[in-house]
């Protein structure tokens, strides 16, 4: 902008707005030296890796040799990984789906509560939510795991009521859908709480005061206020739930509880020859994330969400 | 120490020359580096070529050996499975030989699994890349895919007098007649482990294992050649010989049944244990080692390991030279000193697996006397031959049937 100014400016022929040319040059410069570190880490860490997870997806086993490749354009690949593994993609799914709707559920009350109503207990809510990321994501996960055990407290009080038909928590899909939801309630919590604590509060007593009853303002006021927030968080929960294996790994069972990152994990480290497998059933998870997650954004990712 | 030696990664080495021979500019130097790292996504993406694709026994190429010069050995191993002293912080076996031969050992406990130590290390292995190991430590299975992909050095048995020490029975394994690769670290059994107390009787046959009361108690390891090789040895299959797919195939029914049936609760790796803990489980196919430690843990003397009466496995870690080490000698000096029975019975002593060195079981007089009739850490060889079986080596084509089979089997 500046330089295009200046060069009307010359053009008009008035020396006296024509700016130093060094400086103008060091200007034009500048964004592309602070670019070079991002774009060198992009390339090393994202664009290599992926270009790489491309074509092992499409290699072909070296016949006669398994655990060899030769690079190839074998569609074959995908085909195989999502008729065998369809079911698994649509188990991620749902399990990331419920556990994002449960976030979403436990977040925004508490969110509310932290912006609105702690007053100076915010703080103290704020570390409490944060807190357990002080320790390993693993070490949380096979902590429930202890906590759901058929001889804790939990399952042994159900058990006693009749209220557990299999009669223990873990190995099933409740435990999972539990664990990933406990797993990412964090990310759900803050960006919400971000997106009310700056909004007004000023607009919710407006809202009372134009005769609107409370759940008509939570809908037409509150809500709308913190969408920003609300569509962040339901991003950040749902896109690493859906690729999550180790919640399922933990606390799921042998037959019917395993994800797509299960399989790939599986496919990647103990399945001899299992390579183009993991990398077609990868880059499906990836096409699939992108594509829900662009049809999300587009249809709630406006001024007027609800 | 010399700054300016250049760096030792061949794709970093290659930008660093194009750089330097195309009158450096900051341009410049950003898009060589970005041609360069295109072109180093590319060639990393061009799957390698078997070793022996012409067909024939691979060649190996040894690189050169400099032991005498750089008197320095690398060894990656498991966790704590070497004796250690907590006071001083150090591995006192590793100690003396490095007293005695003025060789550098550095130990790192490296592995904690089979596949995934594989996995870091295979790209760099056969672009014959230097892994920075000198002896690294496998389970059987996973040192004859070793072997057969030529990852591994052969040991040159004149200079190890030692190794002539190794237990008869662990001699002519299947996938290294003669131990011409490989050497035992420590075996050990899996078999049937259980809390007495909870169970409230004696489990002696994978039957009792399958008792009805005790639905979704029971645990199994992932490891398929322990759990799918007990249930083969209790269907009246002989793991060590030949044996078909089908016969394969009718064991792992077998494990899919007894889970969907929710016998059988978990089928896990190491972590089963935490489960015989928590009471999530009390009986299972598990490692011997692991419920003499629980025992030693727990303080709970009602931990039980039994071979079943179908026989339990018997399986080997394994110490082999990987074929981009330049410190085979020193490797072999340190597999020798490690197969003299005074240290092997030190180690022993320690580890608790069962020793793989005759003549231990003499020396551990000396080391602690009240281990020297433990039978599981001296077997005698009558009742190995009777009591175990080993897995037999699998060709690629069966390695890779039978993963997939598993991997299915466990729900992926």
Known sequence: MTTAFA??????????????????????????????????????????????????????????????????????????????????FLRSLAYAGLATVLCFVIAFPLAYAMAFKAGRWRNVMLILVVAPFFTSFILRTIAWRQILADDAPLARTLNALHLLPGGHITETWVAVVAGLTYNFLPFMVLPIYTSLERADPRLLEAGRDLYADRLTTLRTVTIPLAAPGILAGTLLTFIPAAGDYVNAELLGSDTSTKMVGNVINSQFFTVLGGYPTAAALSISLMILILVLVLGYVRRFGTEEVL | ????????????????????????????????????LAALGLSACAPPAPPSSAGGAPVLQLPKDVSDTEKIVKFANWTAYLDYDDKTKTYPTLEAFQKKTGITVTYSEDIEDNDSYETKIEPQLQAKQDIDRDIFVFTDWMANRMIQRGFVQPLELIRMRNAANIRPILQDVSFDPGRNHSLTWQSGFAGIGYHKGKVGRELKTLDDLFAPDLKGKITALSEFRDTVGLIMLWQGVDISQSFTEAQFQKAVDEVTKQVSDGQIRRIKGNSYLQDLTSGNAIAGIVWSGDIAQLQSNTKDDNWTFVMPESKGTLWSDNMMVPITSRHRRNAQKLMDYYYDPLVAAKVAAYVAYICPVEGAQDQMKKVDPTLVDDPMIFPTEEYLRKETRSFRALSPAEDQKFSQIWSKAVGN
């Not at chain 1, 060198?40 to 994202?46: A, D, R």
């Not at chain 1, 790489?52 to 070296?62: F, I, K, N, P, R």
Request: hydrophobic share 35%; glycine share 14%; no cysteine.
């Open chain 1, 7 to 88: 060069a009307s400016a010359r053009e008009a022929g008035d020396p006296q707005l024509t700016p130093p040319r060094r400086g103008g040059r060091r200007r034009g410069w500048t964004p592309y030296l602070l670019l070079v570190p991002g774009l060198l880490w992009l390339t090393l860490f994202f664009i290599v890796p992926l270009v790489q997870l491309g074509s092992a997806s499409l290699q072909s086993q070296w016949p006669g040799a398994p655990g060899y490749y030769y690079r190839d354009v074998n569609v074959g690949n995908y085909v195989d990984a999502l008729s065998s593994y369809g079911v698994h």
């Open chain 2, 1 to 36: 120490m010399n700054s300016r030696r250049p760096p030792s990664d061949p794709g970093i080495r290659s930008l660093i020359s194009l750089a330097a021979s195309s009158g450096l500019s900051r341009r410049g130097l950003l898009g060589g580096g970005a041609a360069g």
